[in-house]
């Protein structure tokens, strides 16, 4: 019959729980695992080594390359020269040297291990004029007026002491407004930082402020006194109690028919005006007040050439007035001589305006009643006062002339003709007697 030898066999939780010291060259077998250990008569079981490791797809220390089903497998680092190319890789195969040229310079050295800063240096201008001047690049200037190029760098500048009147437009020949140039000024920057809105008032030196026009209500009304929607417009405050309209003016009250208060057609109206002033020499009330009226005269007829006239008929012709002295038959001709008798028209006066209004009489020659209606008064109108204040006699040969006169006597005053060569004596109802 067969022998069967059996090993010292357990679960890897078995063998760490127990621990034993295999003898020498003593197998033990890990059931679960499928490791084994052989003893060394020495060493403990947990100290002593696997001789083969497990199997692993997965980087996992002290166990055998396993691949997955896609024939990958992970690890830590893998010593070893690799033929072909890396998908990830931490630094170059050969170091290389990067350079920067033209408009800025800089080198170093790249492996792909870590991150290069180049330093970089801008190269100098030569057209700058503390370049050409002190060849000096640390040396800094200020500059009154650069040239820039297309890429922003300063190719070429002016320092102040090289800039001139010309050179900021201050000299006389800008041909526009919009080519001139002013310096900096404390006075227009306060307007610059002024935020208000309005009228702009200078308050010092180098200060402004916004202000409205203001008034009181009663005095003057304003609009827009600030200026912001347009011009300021100032005008008159309304008098409540002033209307607008023409005073003092003759009203014609009646033309047609008689008046409201009886006065005669024609009649105007003279007013006074009677108003009130404020301490600002404004008027606050005003009134018409009627004083009297005045009937509305008429001018003297203009020759009519076929009229008949009588004498003591007063007629208007070429801006003159003249009376008839005789009866002038119609068709016989106008009058224009410019003084004495002509034709049978006498000069007169040269044509006026007629004047309506009030009229004023000499109170020894007039009496004028609570109606206005004037008359010649007692013992008034002197007959030196009359245009013709005598009567005259003809006989045909010669005239005798008899002066009005009341102040003549029995004494003084005439006592009969001195030139009579017939009379005549006529009835009461006008027949001759003798």
Do not use: C
């Not at 630094?91 to 492996?111: E, H, M, V």
């Not at 005073?247 to 006065?263: D, H, I, R």
């Not at 009519?304 to 016989?332: E, L």
């Amino acid at each position: 019959m067969a022998n069967r030898i059996q090993l010292r066999r357990g679960g890897a939780q078995e063998w760490a729980n127990a621990n034993p010291t295999l003898a020498q060259g003593e197998i033990g077998i890990e059931l679960d695992t499928g490791r084994i250990k052989i003893g060394d008569g020495v060493t403990a079981w947990n100290t002593l080594r696997y001789e083969r490791p497990v199997e692993s797809n997965t980087n996992t220390p002290n166990t055998l390359v396993q691949r997955d089903a896609d024939g990958n497998f992970a690890a830590a680092t893998v010593t070893a020269t690799l033929i072909g190319n890396a998908s990830t890789a931490t630094r170059l195969d050969q170091t290389r040297q990067i350079q920067l040229s033209g408009d800025a310079t800089a080198s170093g050295n790249f492996d792909g291990s870590q991150n290069l800063n180049l330093a970089t240096t801008l190269s100098l201008i030569a057209t700058l004029p503390h370049y050409l001047q002190d060849n000096d690049p640390s040396i800094t200037r200020t500059f009154t007026e650069v040239t820039v190029d297309q890429k922003g760098r300063v190719v070429n500048a002016k320092t102040a002491s090289q800039m001139n009147l010309t050179l900021y437009g201050l000299d006389g020949s800008a041909t526009s407004d919009t080519s001139l140039a002013m310096p900096w000024s404390a006075r227009l920057q306060s307007i610059v930082d002024e935020s208000g809105t309005g009228l702009i008032a200078r308050t010092g030196s180098a200060t402004v402020a916004t202000r409205t026009i203001q008034t009181v209500a009663t005095d003057l009304v304003i609009t827009n006194g600030n200026g912001v929607s347009g011009n300021p417009n100032l005008s008159l405050y309304v008098q409540p109690n002033v209307v607008a309209g023409d005073y003092n003016t003759e009203s014609l009250t009646s033309v047609s028919q008689a008046g409201s208060n009886g006065e005669p057609f024609g009649t105007e109206t003279v007013n006074a005006v009677k108003f009130s002033v404020d301490d600002r020499g404004r008027f606050t009330t005003v009134t018409n007040v009627p004083i009297a009226t005045a009937t509305e005269g008429s001018k003297y007829p203009n020759y009519a050439a076929g009229t008949t006239y009588s004498r003591y008929d007063i007629i208007q012709n070429a801006s003159k007035v003249y009376q008839a002295y005789q009866a002038i038959a119609a068709g016989s001709g106008a009058p224009t001589h410019t003084s004495g008798d002509n034709g049978g028209w006498r000069y007169l006066a040269a044509e006026a305006t007629e004047q309506k209004g009030l009229a004023s009489f000499a109170q020894e020659d007039f009496d004028v009643d609570s109606n206005g209606h004037v008359t010649i008064a007692a013992l008034g109108v002197d007959n030196t006062q009359l245009q013709n204040n005598r009567i005259g006699f003809a006989d045909g040969n010669t005239v005798e002339n008899f002066e009005l006169d009341q102040e003549l006597t029995a004494t003084t005053g005439y006592r009969g003709f001195n030139y009579l060569n017939y009379v005549k004596v006529n009835d009461t109802s006008g027949n001759l007697l003798f």
